[in-house]
């Protein structure tokens, strides 16, 4: 059932963005052939698909055989958040950038991330508690997007970790996948020749290229992306405080020993916590928890 919820968002998503991309209507046959996630469907799914995100908030409207966004009906009022909703977003704070958060909430998508991601800071995994929708840059969005569209290969620049330097690649883009609370963008890494998935708020600087797209989509995007993410598993020692309360998991004698997590919401989560945690082990997760911090001050 999670499974076959997450295909149903990320349809939704791409068929979304998709419509929000082009004014004009989109045919049934045009959005099975060219929104990934669609090339196996019939009409009757695709038009279940349009009546869910029109009772969603976003303003479609059935004109000229197809279906279109009403551009001029999709801006929304400020999003006011309650005080429990603010604590998260703080959580986020610099690590994420408030014209991007703010771009965002002026989006009808807004109203179906709201409709479905429910926050709460007494969460049994605290390192799996971001959203890459609140720091995802909506450049990167539109211009993946609009590459996806015209069947072109974009170039970018991808940050591994906040220490490295960003790195030029060339990409064949199929599409976005939403996963645990993280975006993922799949395609065809030209330099490595291979499909890859690269986190979606470490992409930057997305051009589009001249160049048609020459490596058709795989069949199951997910597969890229749980690929990848087998390979972004760590095991940790963390040191913490008398004012620690269970936040990472048992603490034994001040010390919380952390097997298969994931790396990356580790280093988030302990860069943003309030609470007296340091990482022990292994010092390339400590390194990048200092650099992250850093970069927050900075900024």
């Known amino acids: 059932m999670e499974q076959h919820n997450a ?4 349809r939704q998503t791409n068929l979304a963005f998709a419509l929000l991309d082009d004014p004009r209507a989109r045919s049934w046959e045009w959005i099975r052939t060219h929104v990934d996630g669609y090339q196996k469907l019939d009409r009757r799914t695709i038009q279940r698909d349009v009546q869910q995100l029109h009772e969603a908030g976003v303003p479609l409207v059935k004109r000229d055989g197809g279906v279109a966004i ?31 958060l703010a771009a965002f909430a002026r989006s009808g998508w807004t109203k179906l991330a709201a409709a479905g991601a429910q926050k709460n800071l007494e969460l049994r995994d605290p390192y799996a508690s971001f959203d890459d929708s609140t720091i995802l840059d909506p450049a990167t969005l539109t211009t993946v997007l609009k590459a996806i569209r015209r069947s072109r290969s974009v170039t970018l620049d991808y940050r591994r970790s906040p220490v490295d330097e960003p790195q030029r690649r060339s990409l064949d ?3 976005f996948v939403p996963l645990s609370g993280r975006v993922y963008l799949v395609g065809f890494d030209l330099e490595r020749d291979a499909p890859r998935s690269f986190r979606a708020t470490k992409v930057s600087a997305v051009e589009l290229s001249e160049n048609p797209i020459q490596h ?20 940790a020692r963390l040191l913490v405080g008398e004012d620690y309360h269970d936040q990472f998991g048992p603490a034994v004698d001040g010390v919380v020993e952390l097997r298969d997590v994931d790396r990356e919401a580790l280093i988030r989560a302990v860069a943003s916590t309030d609470v007296d945690v340091t ?21």
């Open 173 to 175: 883009p199929w599409g």
């Open 216 to 235: 058709p989509p795989v069949e199951d995007l997910f597969d890229v992306v749980r690929g990848s993410l087998s390979k972004a598993r760590t095991d």
């Open 7 to 10: 295909d149903i968002l990320y």
């Open 279 to 299: 990482v022990n082990a292994p010092e390339d997760v400590k390194q990048d928890v200092i650099a992250l911090l850093q970069e927050a001050v900075h900024d």
């Open 70 to 100: 009403r551009h001029d009906d999709y801006e929304l009022a400020p999003v006011r958040f309650t005080p429990a909703e603010a604590t998260v977003v703080g959580l986020a704070g610099d690590l994420g950038r408030a014209g991007q």
